[in-house]
Every structure is written in C-alpha cells, then in structure tokens.
C-alpha cells in the first residue's frame, strides 16, 4: 500500500490543543508527588513525553521540531543525569554515604523527603529528554528523504560504487 | 462484581487482546490491540494494589510505545492484507504450548500472593515497612525505596536510559538529536 500523505486533521488537532496542558500538568505532579501518592520521575517523565508526542503527532513533524530544537533534549537528559550524580556525590563531601540525602536535612533543615524529590525531578528530566529524543531519532533518523539538519543523509558502505 | 470476579474479567481481556495481537496480520490493527492489552494490564496491577506499576504500565506501554510503534510502521508501510488472521502453524503451536504446560506446573510451588512467610517478605521488606516513613519522611513506601534505600539501582536505571539514547544516536550515525 501507498504511504499516504500527512493531512491535518481538525478533530486530532482541537483535541490535542485541549488536552496538552492538562496532559502535562497531571505530568508535572505524577513527578513531583511522588512520596505521597503513586507514581514518581519515571511515570510523570513518561507522561510529559507523551504530551510532546501527541503535539507531534498533531501539528507535524517539522512544526515540532522547530519548537523543540535540539538543546532542550540534550540539556533534560544530560542535565538530569548530572542532577542525580550531584544529589549522591555530594552527600560525600559533607560525611554521609553515597546517595545519602540525610546531610543535606542536617546542613540545610529542609526534611528529607524534599532531597528526594530533587532526585524524582532528576529522573523524570532523564526519562522525559530520553523519550522524546528516542521519538525524534525514530521519526527523522532513518529516512533518507527527511534527514536531520546534522545528518548528510545515509552513509554509503565502503568499495560501493556511486 | 466481586475482586475475584473482576481480576477474571481482566485476565480474559488480557489473554484475548495478547492472541488477537499475535494474530493479526495488519500491523496498525495490531499496534491497536496491543494497546489494549496494556490497558487491561494496567488494570489489573491496580486490582493487585500496585498502582505504581499499574501507572507505569498505562503510560509506558498504552502511552510510549503506541506512537513510538506507529511511528515506525509509518517509516516500514503497510501491506495489503487479504486475510484477517494469520495461519496457525500448529508445529510451533505445540512447542509453544508444551512450554506454557511446564512453566505452569511451577506455579503451585510459589508462596501464597501476600503470605507473610515468604521469602520476600521475610528479608528486608519488615524492615522497610516499619522505617521507611521515619528514616525518608516519603508516604508512599514504593518511591522510598525506589529513590532511597534502592536509590543506587535507580541511578543504574537512569543511567542506562542515558546510555540507550547515546547508543541509538551511535546506530543511526548522527550526531544530532532532533
């Protein structure tokens, strides 16, 4: 069957620009309510990334694209990465154990539970940039027609004549 | 309808849209089914007072991975099908089925779903129980020991899902993300 071409559809895209916010929203709490309720960095990153699917899948690749850019994704993953690091190597340098959130309570006041869930908002940052970027990287990475703006295209195998 | 009632309902559903799911040819038909096969999963992890997983699998399998699957037959192109359902092979069927028999077989040896004496109630999660709440200030015990007692498992965790990304951009031979 014949790949047919990308129309806008009214309905996905009225339903999309309704839903997105609350979408993300509900995300947003999923991570940072994790210690009271279900849920944590994993399910909110997750779910903040479906909101930037479901803006994709509704406005276009291109258009999403534009908004995005490529530093936004880099910076979640990269940054939240550092993020958690930072939460555990840090507790070293003040005495306590790797991962040990107890010293910031002790130099700071400020309960545990709010240490840990900087380290919940590192991972959702983690697995939010992930998705996206696995999402981005599937829909343009291999398609010679609509190559990435770094990308020349596909790599022609050595000794192939051209 | 009673618990025992509803967990039976859901795991016909489950069964029913997992074949139905193997079964079709159409793939867009398939991913469909697919997604609703993680929605009665989802379901069923919170009749089984796991709502942190159940929450997982809802996003992650009905939410993640249907568009990342529809993505990519729009890259592959369907084909024109012109049965429903695939043909059953009843070689691999057997083979199948004989596996299934035996992994079965194992299961009256598993302790009791939440008797108290078995072995993965008996090590560390009385004493999780009984301090989480004192020693990380978190309500849900599951994000405690998640990002807490776990935490260096978790940070494993993230780090492989760094490292996925980094691979696939190695695959495909980019280095640009978007």
Do not use: C
């Not at chain 2, 359902?85 to 040896?109: D, E, H, M, N, Q």
């Amino acid at each position: 069957m014949k790949r047919r071409p990308y129309r806008e559809s009214v309905i996905v895209y009225t339903t999309v620009r309704l839903l997105a916010p609350f979408v993300l929203a509900f995300g947003l709490f999923i991570t940072l309510h994790g210690a009271t309720s279900p849920g944590g960095g994993f399910q909110g990153g997750a779910i903040m990334a479906a909101v930037f699917f479901m803006l994709a899948f509704a406005f276009g690749f291109h258009t999403t694209r534009g908004w995005m850019g490529e530093a936004p994704v880099k910076w979640l993953v990269g940054g939240g990465l550092a993020l958690f690091g930072l939460m555990a190597l840090a507790s070293l340098a003040l005495e306590g154990s790797f991962l040990d959130y107890h010293p910031y309570e002790a130099l700071t006041g400020i309960g545990v539970k709010y240490w840990g869930e900087i380290v919940e908002v590192a991972i959702g940052l983690v697995v939010s940039g992930g998705l996206v970027g696995l999402f981005f990287l599937v829909w343009g990475g291999m398609d010679p027609e609509e190559p990435g703006p770094g990308s020349e295209g596909p790599v022609p195998e050595e000794g192939e004549a051209s | 309808m009673s618990v025992a009632g509803l967990e039976f309902a859901l795991i016909i559903l489950i069964l029913v849209s997992a074949v139905i799911t193997a079964m079709l040819r159409d793939t867009l038909a398939s991913i469909i089914v697919f997604g609703a096969y993680s929605l009665g999963m989802a379901m069923l992890w919170v009749v089984f007072r796991a709502p942190d997983v159940g929450l997982t699998e809802a996003v992650v399998g009905a939410g993640v991975m249907t568009p990342l699957l529809l993505l990519a037959i729009t890259k592959l192109g369907r084909e024109d099908v012109e049965r429903v359902f695939a043909k059953i092979r009843w070689g691999p069927l057997l083979g199948v089925s004989v596996l299934v028999v035996l992994l079965l077989l194992t299961v009256p040896a598993l302790p009791e779903v939440g008797d108290p004496d078995s072995p993965t109630n008996t090590h560390v999660a009385p004493y999780y129980i009984e301090n989480a709440y004192e020693e990380t200030g978190f309500v849900n015990i599951v994000t405690a020991i998640l990002v807490g007692y776990r935490g260096l498992d978790t940070f494993g965790e993230v780090t492989v899902v760094f490292a996925a990304l980094v691979s696939v951009l190695a695959v495909l031979r980019r280095e640009e993300l978007i």
